[in-house]
């Protein structure tokens, strides 16, 4: 495998070189990749009863693969363009069923383990700027090396990820390199607008000043909760998501807090009116109507207290009164952690990271569930609700010129799907990352 590694990255160098111009500072095209593979084991635990939509009770292993490539060009003046072709395949454990803060952040809800290609992102970038204070880009995963003035205006149109633009924070928000629970990936309680792979359709503007930035997005709706088909009704199924972020300086040491506000509208069903219907055989999506909203809220914090240690906290709810529609039904979330670069013991590349989560429902989503509903992720058959808490501890390390890294991992997650019959969980997890 290391003889595959390293060819890879002598051909992607190559051809990184061919496409670079001589100047940094006005980076024309670039092209970057990367490859993560991630297995999880856990072992077998107690449970007093399983549903259609439970975490299997037996012992199981199950790995991921996702792999991507990111192409970047520079148009005209402020304008640049990004295309990024992806393959992804394998499962999460138990189908990536029966636990709200699934423990494998790169696993998707696609019914299939086979490998598919798709394309993840292709999108359109303007911006317009003014001011002389300028900020200097590195050639990155979709961004072009050069200067970029610390006041602008910028509109992106096309398909992306909202994660890409939104909440985003320096020590959980990637599970590529970072926290693997979906849970640290974003605020778990928004409902962030996807298909079933993770990407959207739409536009998001983005106003940029030195210490602050606002942005807003609009996009698209698919026709069903984790759904791959976008729905043509754009005036009755659409997203909207206002972001402010303040970045600023405590003791020399930079920080940051985010502020996110959603509304999603669309088709949506309702959990006290599938209560209502039936006494039997309870399906909130037989009560789908248009006119349905999900709103909410998520705050995002780090902050660094010295070069190698920093800390973070998230909180987010939704009303919860409709059904989860794109992520992962949760109403509530609140977590918080910390990362330590391994420099003390002479390993500053490496990293140690410790988080803990604890999420929540509304009550109608807890009372459909409760009556033996389901949702297109959690459902036992019945529930004794308690917050789902989880604590993730992981160690990642350099183990080949900032090129290949590994990290092995361990998630501890006490009532999975909120049920306080079924668990603890243990998952003993490894990832190996590969970028360039």
Same mark, same amino acid.
Do not use: C
């Given at each position: 495998?290391?003889?595959?590694?390293?060819?890879?990255?002598?051909?992607?160098?190559?051809?990184?070189?061919?496409?670079?111009?001589? $100047?940094?500072? #006005?980076?024309?095209?670039?092209? &970057?990749?990367?490859?993560?593979?991630? $297995?999880?084991?856990?072992?077998?635990?107690?449970?007093?009863? @399983?549903?259609?939509?439970?975490?299997?009770?037996?012992?199981?292993?199950?790995?991921?693969? @996702?792999?991507?490539?990111?192409?970047?060009?520079?148009?005209?003046?402020?304008?640049?363009?990004?295309?990024?072709?992806?393959?992804?395949?394998?499962?999460?454990?138990?189908?990536?069923?029966?636990?709200?803060?699934?423990?494998?952040?790169?696993?998707?809800?696609?019914?299939? $383990?086979?490998?598919?290609?798709?394309?993840?992102?292709?999108?359109?970038?303007?911006?317009?700027?003014?001011?002389?204070?300028?900020?200097?880009?590195?050639?990155?995963?979709?961004?072009?090396?050069?200067?970029?003035?610390?006041?602008?205006?910028?509109?992106?149109?096309?398909?992306?990820?909202?994660?890409?633009?939104?909440?985003?924070?320096?020590?959980?928000?990637?599970?590529?390199? #970072?926290?693997?629970?979906?849970?640290?990936?974003?605020?778990?309680?928004?409902?962030?607008?996807?298909?079933?792979?993770?990407?959207?359709?739409? =536009? $998001?503007?983005?106003?940029?000043?030195?210490?602050?930035?606002?942005?807003?997005?609009?996009?698209?709706?698919?026709?069903?909760?984790?759904?791959?088909?976008?729905?043509?009704?754009?005036?009755?199924?659409? @997203?909207?998501?206002?972001?402010?972020?303040?970045?600023?300086?405590?003791?020399?040491?930079?920080?940051?807090?985010?502020?996110?506000?959603?509304?999603?509208?669309?088709?949506?069903?309702?959990?006290?009116?599938?209560?209502?219907?039936?006494?039997? &055989?309870?399906?909130?999506?037989?009560?789908?109507?248009?006119?349905? &909203?999900?709103?909410?809220?998520?705050?995002?914090?780090?902050?660094?207290?010295?070069?190698?240690?920093?800390?973070? =906290?998230?909180?987010?709810?939704?009303?919860? &009164?409709?059904?989860?529609?794109?992520?992962?039904?949760?109403?509530?979330?609140?977590?918080?952690?910390?990362?330590?670069?391994?420099?003390?013991?002479?390993?500053?590349?490496?990293?140690?990271?410790?988080?803990?989560?604890?999420?929540?429902?509304?009550?109608?989503?807890?009372?459909?569930?409760?009556?033996?509903?389901?949702?297109?992720?959690?459902?036992?058959?019945?529930?004794?609700?308690?917050?789902?808490?989880?604590?993730?501890?992981?160690?990642?390390?350099?183990?080949?010129?900032?090129?290949?890294?590994?990290?092995?991992?361990? #998630?501890?997650?006490?009532?999975?799907?909120?049920?306080?019959?079924?668990?603890?969980?243990?998952?003993?997890?490894?990832?190996?990352?590969?970028?360039?």
């Amino acid at each position: 495998m290391k003889k595959y590694v390293l060819i890879s990255i002598i051909l992607f160098n190559t051809i990184k070189l061919a496409l670079a111009q001589d $100047t940094v500072k #006005q980076q024309r095209f670039n092209l &970057h990749f990367q490859q993560t593979v991630i $297995t999880q084991y856990k072992p077998a635990f107690s449970a007093a009863y @399983t549903g259609n939509n439970s975490l299997l009770t037996n012992s199981e292993t199950q790995s991921s693969i @996702t792999t991507s490539l990111f192409g970047g060009a520079r148009l005209w003046k402020g304008a640049e363009a990004y295309f990024n072709p992806e393959m992804s395949g394998g499962a999460g454990l138990s189908k990536t069923l029966g636990v709200a803060g699934f423990p494998n952040g790169e696993t998707f809800r696609v019914g299939s $383990t086979s490998p598919a290609i798709y394309i993840a992102r292709l999108y359109l970038k303007q911006q317009f700027e003014w001011g002389t204070e300028k900020d200097t880009l590195t050639d990155d995963v979709n961004q072009l090396s050069g200067l970029k003035s610390k006041r602008y205006f910028s509109v992106v149109v096309g398909k992306y990820g909202m994660a890409d633009f939104f909440d985003g924070n320096e020590f959980s928000h990637d599970p590529r390199t #970072q926290f693997m629970n979906w849970a640290l990936m974003d605020n778990g309680a928004w409902d962030y607008p996807a298909n079933t792979r993770g990407y959207v359709l739409g =536009a $998001t503007a983005e106003l940029g000043q030195p210490t602050w930035t606002i942005r807003f997005a609009y996009t698209m709706s698919t026709t069903e909760a984790n759904g791959a088909i976008w729905d043509a009704k754009v005036g009755k199924a659409n @997203t909207q998501t206002l972001e402010y972020e303040k970045r600023y300086m405590v003791n020399g040491q930079k920080g940051t807090i985010r502020l996110l506000g959603f509304r999603n509208n669309g088709k949506m069903g309702n959990y006290q009116q599938a209560l209502a219907l039936s006494t039997t &055989h309870r399906n909130v999506d037989t009560t789908q109507a248009y006119g349905r &909203h999900k709103y909410g809220f998520g705050i995002s914090a780090d902050q660094y207290l010295n070069k190698d240690f920093g800390v973070f =906290a998230k909180v987010s709810w939704n009303d919860g &009164h409709t059904e989860t529609w794109y992520f992962t039904e949760i109403d509530r979330s609140i977590s918080f952690g910390a990362v330590l670069k391994g420099s003390s013991w002479k390993r500053s590349d490496d990293e140690l990271g410790l988080a803990f989560i604890g999420n929540g429902l509304s009550q109608s989503h807890r009372d459909y569930l409760a009556a033996g509903g389901y949702g297109f992720l959690i459902g036992d058959g019945k529930l004794n609700y308690a917050p789902e808490m989880i604590a993730e501890l992981y160690y990642k390390i350099n183990a080949y010129q900032h090129k290949l890294w590994l990290s092995p991992d361990y #998630q501890f997650i006490i009532n999975p799907a909120y049920n306080k019959d079924r668990g603890p969980v243990n998952v003993l997890g490894i990832r190996a990352h590969v970028e360039f």
